[in-house]
């Protein structure tokens, strides 16, 4: 048997090909939607992937089982459990096979087992996986998707935040108590094939290694440590993190079936003259470093530093326009390669960051300065303060005078600022702080200026801000 781990570190997203070397046949596990990796790993092992097993419809990234039963003839087992109204729309068009509890199929020699486990979501399957071609007669190991991760479960109330399904997160919440009695029952040596890792919304405190077993997570996994039904509702329905905005696009391309982008899918760079019909007409997004955006940026455009692009993107792009990246030419494909993973297909083309910083075009600023310089003004309401962190990093300190405005809504929020407001921009530091400020610069606010080192600078400084009573008084 063969087993491959791919990780995509923008997404958290795991996904695995698992082939049968005595029949070259292949199966990838919830596969991401570029496929140039799987089958280049095929090709390397000299297997031909003939089969995609998904174990639910994602919400956090757009699934490559279209892209590979289109483009490789890949047959589709996916699944027909949870309610008619929550089931794949696309796969009768490829050869597929609906799977419920109990149900199994072969690829080669090696032997999947479906185990329904809803909770995170009511169609949520598990797969248990027996290598007959190795002589073994029980499984070895359990694809477990958004269920269990390590050190954490899957969140059930993403169909409620993100999709809008009113009155879902407790009842998945009671499901998911009987799926994880259920995984409960399995034989603790079983390796736990999760498709999240750390940094994945899809949990709360999901561990950054990228395989368990089944014992060590009934030893440590938190939530596999309740027994009573309420208890463990009451614990997996609180502080899970922000569900990002585009997770209920992501359900619904998912469930009807993503666009083939196809084998040569590519973007180009645009000529200058196109810049400024497409912010006029589109989003223009700035993906250069946010100090280099500070000192010089083209009006209209947003800036979301590459390295943010991934957790920030779905937040912040209108879906509904046409996407233009303004960064260097070699780091438009990736960008794109992005922002299709989390669903933004529209995607106009680059524009030279070079050429545009060269040129004239950048001639829009925005201040930045450290907390001693702005103690000040923000003490005597002589600025409108934002602070747009978390909700749960906003309970535990702010500073005082501060309004909150969570970054991902803000382009939503943004109307309750005096637009003739002095506005100053703040997160922990001073990177999604940056964000705000072009975000609300694209808005027409004229005088903006981003609180370097964001709220941990501001502690460092001594000075003073806004605690917990508990903390408080400790």
Known sequence: MLLKYFYDTKLAHASYLVGCQRTKEAVVVDPGRQIESYLEMAD????????????????????????LAERVGAKLYVSDAGPDDWKYEYVSAYDHQWLTDGDAFQIGNIGFTTMHTPGHTPESISFLLTDHGGGASTPMGIFTGDFIF????????????????????????????????????????????????????CGKGLGAIPSSTV???????PALQYEDEEEFVKYILADQPEAPKYFAVMKRVNKEGPKILGENHSHEMLPLGQLDEAVHSG??????????????????????????????????IDYDKTTYLICHPGELEEAARVLHAIGCDNIGGGFDASAITGGGSATETYKTRPPEDLAS????????LIDVRSQEEWDQGHIEHASHHFLGRLANTAHQIPRDSKVVTQCQSGARSAIAASLLQSQGYKNVTNLTGGYGAWESAGLPSVKPASEAVA
């Open 283 to 316: 989003v223009v997004v700035d993906l250069r470093p946010s100090a280099d955006f500070a000192r010089g940026h083209v009006p209209g455009s947003i800036n979301i530093p590459t390295s943010m692009l991934s957790p920030w993107a779905g937040w912040l």
């Open 44 to 67: 390397r092992q000299g297997v031909k992937i003939t089969a995609v097993a998904e174990t639910h419809i994602h919400a956090d990234y757009v699934s490559g089982a279209r892209e």
């Open 377 to 384: 003004a923000i003490k005597n309401k002589d600025v409108h």
């Open 150 to 201: 390590v050190g954490s479960i899957g969140r059930p109330d993403l169909l409620e935040e993100a999709a809008g399904m009113v009155d879902t997160a407790e009842p998945g919440a009671r499901q998911l108590f009987e799926s994880m009695k259920r995984f409960r029952d399995l034989p603790d040596h079983l390796q736990v094939w999760p498709a999240h890792g750390a940094g994945s919304a």
């Open 215 to 221: 014992g060590y997570e009934k030893l440590y996994n």
